[in-house]
């Protein structure tokens, strides 16, 4: 599989897995809080709606007792001759419009004698069994079983309360108050329609059967059923969950309240139900969660386009590298690094450009060693095949220099002879030294003591052509771990080359720069001519001069003792003008001290 696929695919599965956790999270705790705050709001709704009911109730209660205690309900005892209790009863209705179906007095024989309606007097009315007995802080009201019938459009509750009998003990009639429970059922539903869908509300007796319902409990003809019994808690107010059935296929949410009772008289033992199904009561978060998707989805295409793109962005240097290394057995050159913007990409680049760069600089190394081996045994056989019968000449042309007779051609050739005897030796020395260099003996020393002595060796070099010679140091002392000697002869042999290579007053500056905490780098500049970038390339091989005198060892040899004491040297323009030598050494080597 492709780098860039599995990127891509990465970035991807990251994402889902990064964003499915949080959104199923996000999503159960939206569901757990809108259905904690949505059972708070069905809850207080009941208690509030029940406190209602209990006071509507109350007035409606006491409104009768009250009136059953009046003086003009002794009318009633004489057959209410004058119909003044009539009068008094329609006005009462009047005065309570749509909330009493009718007022009427019924005597011991069950005989309307007065009525707020004047039809229903003379006739007979059928008490039915008492339902419940309230307790008024005054006395007791009787409610009967309530007349419903679907489609209960005329819903009634009839409460009837004792007539005193003021002249005597005892009772002489019953006054009767009809209440439209129609208005308990239009309360309902107003408190069933809200934004967040359709409740239903049921009012149960004590005995769990429905009395009272909303709209929809009352399109499903479930009242004076007990199908709602046991969906709330005895006593108090509170909320649960319970299965739909019958009302929805999905669990609806319960907010129950109690009959607390109103103020001194004691409740009807009435509770009261609002529920709201979970499938509607959840439609917010269902509406979310599609957002959610949608929002997901197009953050997953954007995402995913980015991540191509970013993918493409950090294969293309890999498969850079990639297709270097392949082809580079077959074509050695250097690696250009990209311009990526991810650092580890830059720093993988980089890596393998100092790769292509080192292994260059090994190949060099190579055919430098080939050289210096080409060197090694030349400088052996010419040590062995020539300093011999060199030695015998210089000695002969000696021993011919100390003879009286030696005329004065004779001298000035003993004499050259001797010369050029003494330069072949050092010639041939210089050779053993380039081929087999004597390991160096590392110890501590400051490098600008090294220097300033190479300094003070080419003083008298350096005056004859009025050439400066400037040594820039830090403070304080740079400390280094290397072979004083060998450090002595690099810096001889390129401030020597300079002083050959400069006119006269020219001027040579060594600079000592702490590179960083491990190495120290020291550059040896000159104004001079100068070197060309087609003979920085052979500067160190082995007999590369550019000077009609020079060997072309100096460098070679100079180069050598910077490698073993583990550094490098490279050479370039100077600031000056002229040529720079740049040295990077090691302030610790990793060997032990000689």
């Not at 003990?169 to 429970?181: S, V």
Request: with cysteine; proline share 4%.
């Amino acid at each position: 599989m492709r780098i860039q696929r599995i990127f891509l695919l990465s970035f991807l599965a990251l994402l889902f897995l990064g964003s499915a956790p949080i959104a199923a999270l996000s999503f159960y705790a939206s569901r757990v809080m809108l259905r904690h705050e949505i059972a708070n709001s069905l809850e207080n709704d009941a208690a509030m709606l029940m406190q209602q009911i209990d006071m509507l109730m109350f007035e409606r209660l006491q409104n009768v007792h009250s009136w059953s205690q009046l003086d003009i309900l002794q009318e009633g005892r004489i057959g209410d001759i004058d119909k003044r209790l009539a009068q008094f009863l329609e006005n009462m209705e009047q005065s309570y419009p749509g909330v009493y179906l009718g007022l009427f007095y019924l005597d011991d024989a069950n005989k309307i004698v007065a009525a707020s309606n004047s039809d229903a007097i003379g006739s007979y009315f059928r008490p039915q069994a008492d339902w419940i007995q309230a307790n008024l802080p005054h006395g007791q009201i009787v409610l009967e079983a309530p007349q419903l019938e679907p489609p209960y459009d005329h819903a009634q509750l009839i409460m009837r309360a004792s007539v005193p009998d003021k002249y005597s003990a005892g009772e002489h009639g019953q006054l009767y108050g009809i209440f439209d429970f129609k208005h308990i059922m239009e309360l309902f539903d107003r408190a069933s329609r809200v934004e967040s869908g359709q409740r239903y509300i049921v009012l149960l007796d004590a005995n769990g059967r429905a009395i009272a319902g909303s709209a929809e409990i009352r399109s499903r003809q479930m009242l004076l059923s007990q199908t709602f019994a046991g969906w709330g808690d005895s006593k108090g107010h509170g909320s649960k969950i319970h299965q739909g059935e019958p009302l929805s296929q999905a669990p609806v949410l319960v907010g129950y309240a109690h009959s607390q009772g109103y103020q001194a008289y004691a409740n009807l033992g009435w509770s009261l139900l609002i529920m709201q199904s979970t499938e509607q009561a959840f439609q917010s978060i269902w509406r979310l969660w599609w957002w959610f998707g949608c929002v997901f989805l197009i953050s997953s295409l954007i995402a995913a386009a980015i991540a191509h793109w970013l993918a493409r962005r950090i294969a293309s240097p890999i498969l850079d590298l990639t297709s270097w290394v392949r082809n580079f057995q077959i074509l050695p050159v250097s690696f250009k690094s990209g311009t990526a913007d991810i650092n580890e990409v830059q720093e993988l680049s980089q890596a393998f450009a100092q790769l292509s760069e080192d292994l260059e600089q090994s190949r060099q190394q190579v055919i430098h060693a080939a050289k210096l081996a080409v060197v090694g045994e030349m400088a052996a056989i010419m040590a062995h095949e020539v300093r011999t019968p060199l030695s015998i000449l210089q000695t002969s042309a000696q021993i011919l220099q100390a003879e009286t007779a030696l005329t004065e051609d004779g001298r000035d050739m003993s004499r050259i002879i001797v010369e050029e005897s003494a330069r072949l030796n050092r010639l041939i020395s210089t050779l053993l030294d380039c081929a087999r260099p004597r390991p160096p003996h590392m110890r501590g020393l400051a490098v600008e003591l090294v220097i300033e002595r190479a300094v003070e060796l080419l003083s008298k070099q350096a005056e004859n052509k009025s050439i400066v010679i400037k040594v820039v140091k830090p403070q304080p002392l740079t400390m280094i771990e290397a072979d004083e000697e060998l450090l002595v002869q690099v810096f001889l042999n390129l401030m020597l080359n300079a002083i050959q290579m400069l006119p006269v007053a020219g001027h040579i500056r060594v600079q000592i720069i702490a590179s960083d905490v491990n190495r120290v780098q020291i550059k040896v500049e000159d104004d001079g001519p100068g070197i060309t970038p087609e003979s920085r390339q052979r500067l160190f091989d082995p007999f590369f001069t550019t000077r009609d005198t020079g060997i072309g060892l100096g460098l070679t040899v100079t180069q050598q003792i910077i490698l073993a004491h583990g550094g490098s040297i490279k050479a370039g323009l100077s600031e000056l003008g002229g040529a720079c030598f740049t040295i990077l050494l090691p302030k610790r080597q990793t060997k032990n001290l000689c």
